[in-house]
């Protein structure tokens, strides 16, 4: 089993940034890709971005792509998101994510039911 824990969530102004943290813990050495989605209220969990957790090979969804970026450091069980030139539509509960699956695919990346591994949140939000 793995754990997840985020923070660095908050309230900022349109255009300010925030750093997201995930600490992970327990059986890390089952990690193959970490991830980061998003759920506002009303509306479905929706994916952020993904990294490769023994490699550098990152995807971004279209609406974070150049104001996001998503980090990693396998030595440190740890992942990270820094948020640029936040937007109100970026205000989220932000949940990190892990799974098992050795496969680079975009298109299953992308899908929340891949991951294995969840955080409980951290809430962002952005005001105009």
């Known amino acids: 089993q793995v754990q997840l824990i985020e923070s660095g969530g908050g309230l900022v102004q349109a255009g300010g940034s925030l750093r997201l943290s995930c600490a992970a813990s327990?059986?890390?050495?089952?990690?193959?890709?970490g991830g980061w989605f998003r759920q506002a209220p009303g509306k479905e969990r929706e994916f952020v971005a993904a990294?490769?957790?023994?490699?550098?090979?990152?995807h971004y969804a279209d609406s974070v792509k150049g104001r996001f970026t998503i980090s990693r450091d396998k030595a440190k069980n740890s992942l990270w998101l820094q948020m640029n030139s936040l937007k109100p539509e970026d205000t989220a509960v932000y949940y990190c994510?892990?799974?098992?699956?050795?496969?680079?695919?975009?298109?299953?990346?992308?899908?929340?039911?891949?991951?294995?591994?969840w955080g409980q949140g951290t809430q962002v939000t952005v005001s105009s």
């Open positions: 990294i490769r957790w023994t490699g550098s090979i990152t």
């Open positions: 994510a892990a799974d098992r699956s050795a496969a680079w695919s975009i298109a299953s990346l992308e899908r929340s039911v891949r991951y294995d591994y």
């Open positions: 327990g059986l890390t050495s089952s990690i193959f890709n």
